[in-house]
Structures are given as C-alpha cells and as structure tokens.
C-alpha cells in the first residue's frame, strides 16, 4: 500500500473506462490515462503486444509506478516485462473479475454457472464502435446472415454450412447470459441489446450487481495481496492456482 503521493501512469481496457476515470479523479495520486481498444481482448498475443508496446513507452523519470487495469485475459499479459518502472495489476482472471469485486466471486459465478455470456455498459457501446456486438471474457458474436453471406460467396454454400455449423457449436455449451450492472447504471438501450441478444440464442436473462472494489483501490494504492507488484527487470508469469499471477527476474545478460 502506498500512503504519499506518486506519479501513477494507468494502461487499461476501455472496457473499464467509466469506473477508471471516476476512481482515477478520486485518488490522491497523480494519473494519466491510456485506454486500449476493447477488440484487441479476441487476438491476446496481439493485445500483449500493445500493452507491452505501451509499458516501453512509460517515462521513468516521471512515472513511479504502471497501473494496469486489466485481468489475465486469455494469457494476454502472461509474459509481459517492466524494465524501469514499477508495474502493477489486480490478480484477476478477466474484466468480470475486476466487475464482480473479487477472485471468489467470480469462481462463485464459475461453478454455479458455467454457461454464462457477460456484458456490461461500457463493454457492450464501445464494442459496437468496432460493427461488432460482444461479451465480456468470450469472443464475437458478428452479424451471422453477413458472415454467411461471405462464406457462400468464398466457399460455396455447403462449405458454408459447415463453417457456421462448427463456428457456432460454442453456443450449445451456454445457456445464461447476465447483465453486469454497476453504480454508473445501465442504459434503457444497452439492456435492450442485451435482451435480444439473449433471445436469439436462447438464453435465460439475468441481471446482477457489479462491485468496483477492485478498481478503486487499484486506483487508490491500496494494493494488498489482491494485487501483484511487479519491480523492475521482472516479468509476469501466469500461475495454476489462486493467485493466477507472479512475476519473475528477467534474464538481464
């Protein structure tokens, strides 16, 4: 935990926008802000490549520490490096961690309900910037009748078949999808969205309040054992348990 003020350069996913810049005015630190784009989240080598790209751009002559807002996401920050500047993050599976307040509360949600497609405010308007229409911690749904359109038109129709058949078999193993919804509120729109979404694939609907805990006192500097300090010439490296992430030196000959 740091108590005096520090210089404080925060990376996040603008999937966590609202919540990063409301905490971000709150806290007794210095933040600048850099928000990724919400799409890089289905490519995870490549979104580790632009956090990284990002984290070697920090000046650490005016920076004291990285803060990023972000979860393991699909491994994306497994391997990530800070060479001059103190880097923090939460230990958080994904954004739904970081949404519901808490490891356990998202492994609550795991085990009670595995099938379960997530979305949120910020996640779900900001997604729509890119034509596309997403959930948190899964990857796309797109327009289905467009994609099979192009696939008819590339492949034929029955290699088209075949593709959304099999590109679509995800869906069978989901049967709930649930509504995030935090302090900020959810728009009459975003529900709407939502609600069909749901309706298309057959999904029970559900809506449950988000805690923001996690993101606060990141924000904060209250960083207890939730989160995981990485000094510099290390490395973070995802862990099998728990504690879903460690950080280790880097090899520096």
């Known amino acids: 935990m740091i108590t005096s ?69 699909g491994r994306a920050i497994d391997g990530l490096v800070t060479n001059n500047t103190p880097l923090v993050i939460p230990r958080a599976h994904d954004c739904i961690t970081l949404l519901l307040g808490s490891r356990e509360a998202y492994s609550k949600q795991q085990n009670e309900h595995p099938g379960t497609y997530w979305y949120s405010q910020d996640y779900l308007e900001r997604s729509n910037r890119y034509g596309q229409s997403m959930a948190l911690g899964s990857g796309m749904i797109t327009d289905q009748q467009e994609l099979y359109d192009q696939y008819v038109k590339k492949y034929g129709q029955e290699n088209a078949d075949y593709l959304m058949e099999t590109m679509n078999s995800w869906q069978k193993h989901y049967d709930r999808a649930v509504l995030v919804e935090t302090e900020f509120g959810v728009t009459q729109e975003i529900r709407e969205k939502v609600s069909q979404q749901s309706q298309i694939h057959g999904w029970r ?49």
């Open 5 to 73: 003020p520090n210089n404080i350069k925060v990376i996040a996913c603008e999937s966590m926008a609202r919540s990063v810049y409301f905490y971000s005015a709150q806290s007794q630190h210095k933040i600048d802000i850099e928000l990724l784009q919400i799409g890089l989240h289905d490519q995870p080598n490549q979104l580790r490549s632009q956090i990284q790209k990002k984290i070697d751009q920090v000046d650490p002559e005016f920076y004291d520490y990285i803060v990023l807002v972000y979860g393991l996401c």
């Open 205 to 253: 609907l559900e809506t449950i309040p988000g805690d923001l805990t996690l993101i606060k006192r990141l924000l904060a500097g209250e960083w207890d054992e939730d989160y995981l300090i990485v000094p510099e010439h290390h490395k973070i490296k995802m862990l099998a348990n728990e504690f879903i992430i460690n950080s280790e030196p880097i090899d520096l000959n």
